[in-house]
């Protein structure tokens, strides 16, 4: 069965931090690229990292850059997602998503959203005093 649960989420006060999970089953864990969404309301789903499957290789967006930290564990079919200094404007649901066929993007890996089939049920960070 394949399935991505994702943990971690919270209620957290500006500048704290958080360390979100993405735990895969039924798949070929080191031949996939998982990225990170987040979706706050109103707003589109928007992709704020991604480690590839080749080579471990971490690429974020520029709202997020030098805060958050994405990296993979594939003895433990693991995606971890650190946050630090968080903002109220980083409120909003967390999702990982991946793409199977990682391998295609060689050391790469995409933010589009599009790029990717298989997405948890996400979980919530609400910044906030």
């Known amino acids: 069965q394949l399935q991505l649960v994702e943990s971690g989420g919270g209620l957290v006060q500006p500048g704290g931090s958080l360390r979100l999970s993405c735990a895969a089953s039924g798949l070929i864990f080191d031949y996939v690229a998982i990225g990170w969404f987040r979706q706050a309301p109103g707003k589109e789903r928007e992709g704020v990292a991604c480690?590839?499957?080749?080579?471990?290789?971490?690429y974020y967006a520029d709202s997020v850059k030098g805060r958050f930290t994405i990296s993979r564990d594939n003895a433990k079919n693991t995606v971890y997602l650190q946050i630090n200094s968080l903002k109220p404007e980083d409120t909003a649901v967390y999702y990982c998503?991946?793409?199977?066929?990682?391998?295609?993007?060689?050391?790469?890996?995409?933010?589009?959203?599009?790029?990717?089939?298989?997405w948890g049920q996400g979980t919530q960070v609400t910044v906030s005093s």
């Open positions: 480690v590839s499957s080749s080579d471990g290789s971490t």
């Open positions: 998503s991946a793409d199977q066929d990682g391998f295609r993007y060689g050391s790469s890996c995409p933010l589009g959203r599009l790029e990717y089939e298989l």
